[in-house]
C-alpha cells in the first residue's frame, strides 16, 4: 500500500525528532519504513506489524514509532498495531513508544495509547506523542 504524502512528512519528522533526541542527530541508527530506503534499511515486523520506525539503543532499549493520519488513527488495524507494538517494547528494560499525529490528533492519539497501556498492563512502555506537527 502506497503511503499518503502526509504519512511520509510525519514518519519524516518523527526520525528526525528521535535522531535528535536519543541518537545525537545519527540517522544511521534508525531503520525507517521510507520510500528511498533499500529494504534493509527498513523496520521488521513486530507481533505481526511494521512500525514506521525501529530504533535500538544497546541490548536494554528499544524505540518504535509509528505515525497516523486523521484517517487512520482509530482504524481497527491501527488498534492492532499499538497493542502489537507497546507488547513488543514491554519485553524491553527500557522502551518508548512515539506516535506521530497531526497535532489536533495528539491528545486522542495519547488517550489511546493510554488506554491500551492500562488494559494490557504495558505500563512499563514511556509513551511519547510529537504534537506540534502541521500537515
Same mark, same amino acid.
Given at each position: 500500500?502506497? @503511503? /499518503?504524502?502526509?504519512?511520509?512528512? *510525519?514518519? %519524516?519528522?518523527?526520525?528526525?525528532?528521535?535522531?535528535? +533526541?536519543? !541518537? @545525537? /542527530?545519527?540517522?544511521?541508527?534508525? *531503520?525507517? %519504513?521510507?520510500?528511498?530506503?533499500?529494504?534493509?534499511? +527498513?523496520? !521488521?515486523?513486530?507481533?505481526?506489524?511494521?512500525?514506521?520506525?525501529?530504533?535500538?539503543?544497546?541490548?536494554?532499549?528499544?524505540?518504535?514509532?509509528?505515525?497516523?493520519?486523521?484517517?487512520?488513527?482509530?482504524?481497527?488495524?491501527?488498534?492492532?498495531?499499538?497493542?502489537?507494538?507497546?507488547?513488543?517494547?514491554?519485553?524491553?528494560?527500557?522502551?518508548?513508544?512515539?506516535?506521530?499525529?497531526?497535532?489536533?490528533?495528539?491528545?486522542?492519539?495519547?488517550?489511546?495509547?493510554?488506554?491500551?497501556?492500562?488494559?494490557?498492563?504495558?505500563?512499563?512502555?514511556?509513551?511519547?506523542?510529537?504534537?506540534?506537527?502541521?500537515?
Amino acid at each position: 500500500m502506497s @503511503e /499518503s504524502s502526509a504519512h511520509i512528512y *510525519l514518519v %519524516d519528522v518523527m526520525s528526525k525528532y528521535i535522531a535528535n +533526541k536519543y !541518537f @545525537e /542527530s545519527d540517522m544511521g541508527r534508525l *531503520l525507517i %519504513d521510507s520510500p528511498q530506503n533499500s529494504k534493509n534499511a +527498513k523496520p !521488521f515486523k513486530v507481533n505481526g506489524y511494521k512500525p514506521d520506525i525501529y530504533a535500538k539503543k544497546e541490548d536494554t532499549m528499544v524505540i518504535l514509532g509509528e505515525a497516523k493520519t486523521d484517517y487512520d488513527l482509530d482504524r481497527k488495524h491501527s488498534i492492532e498495531q499499538f497493542n502489537a507494538f507497546l507488547k513488543y517494547c514491554s519485553g524491553f528494560d527500557d522502551s518508548i513508544f512515539v506516535l506521530a499525529v497531526p497535532w489536533y490528533l495528539s491528545i486522542h492519539g495519547k488517550k489511546i495509547l493510554q488506554n491500551i497501556q492500562e488494559d494490557r498492563e504495558f505500563t512499563s512502555v514511556r509513551i511519547e506523542v510529537i504534537d506540534k506537527i502541521v500537515v
